[in-house]
T-cell receptor, first 110, second 115 residues
Framework: KNEVEQSPQNLTAQEGEFITINCSYS?????LHWLQQHPGGGIVSLFM???GKKKHGRLIATINIQEKHSSLHITASHPRDSAVYIC????????????FGSGTQLTVLP | DAGITQSPRHKVTETGTPVTLRCHQT?????MYWYRQDPGHGLRLIHY???????DKGEVSDGYSVSRSKTEDFLLTLESATSSQTSVYFC??????????????FGPGTRLTVL
């Protein structure tokens, strides 16, 4: 059983739509991370959360520690948001390395 | 941008040859990591370092070794490359982000093909 599960695996949206990507985990964590990877590109950290909610531009990340669940929302989606979004966790007591979900491929159509 | 570079960026090699990948950081971070990314498996930890000469194994360490003789450099060595080690390799560092934990910053990646 994977420690970090993401859904959906693939998501296609029309420009302007509100998008939600979900992440659930089954272990104790000290932080949860949302990462973005464009095709052929590097990996960029979007958010690091240990509680509550964070917002950056059109991106919002929330975490519910009791339910072991996080969501990444994109408001007013745009074709440039097309990328793979990866949820990852830092396990409690670890050397801060990440354990990753399988990623969500998002395609936003104009 | 946390000042992380990887070299080489692309490499094609033959089965059985040794390969060394280099990760260099400019900001004196203590923790460094090597991950590999494969279709169907996502990103997985190979080895990590928590200081000079301090390293430990990750989830997929078989066939790999690492060394860290200076804070800024973390080397990943494939002693005898196999086709199963064809992958994209990412180096990362962990940077403190206040009281809530560390943010990880990734290097640009090295695409390795073992023929």
């Amino acid at each position: 059983k994977n420690e970090v599960e993401q859904s959906p695996q693939n998501l296609t949206a029309q420009e302007g739509e509100f998008i939600t990507i979900n992440c659930s985990y089954s272990v104790g964590i000290s932080a949860l991370h949302w990462l973005q990877q464009h095709p052929g590109g590097g990996i960029v950290s979007l958010f690091m959360l240990s509680s509550g909610k964070k917002k950056h531009g059109r991106l919002i990340a929330t975490i519910n520690i009791q339910e072991k669940h996080s969501s990444l929302h994109i408001t007013a989606s745009h074709p440039r948001d097309s990328a793979v979004y990866i949820c990852a966790v830092t396990l409690d007591g670890s050397a801060r390395q990440l354990t990753f979900g399988s990623g969500t491929q998002l395609t936003v159509l104009p | 941008d946390a000042g992380i570079t990887q070299s080489p960026r692309h490499k094609v090699t033959e089965t059985g040859t040794p390969v060394t990948l280099r990760c260099h950081q400019t900001e004196n971070h203590r923790y460094m990591y090597w991950y590999r990314q494969d279709p169907g498996h996502g990103l997985r930890l190979i080895h990590y370092s928590y200081g000079v000469k301090d390293t430990d194994k990750g989830e997929v360490s078989d066939g790999y070794s690492v060394s860290r003789s200076k804070t800024e450099d973390f080397l990943l060595t494939l002693e005898s490359a196999t086709s199963s080690q064809t992958s994209v390799y990412f180096c990362a560092i962990s940077s403190p982000s206040g009281s809530s934990g560390d943010t990880q910053y990734f290097g640009p990646g090295t695409r390795l093909t073992v023929l």
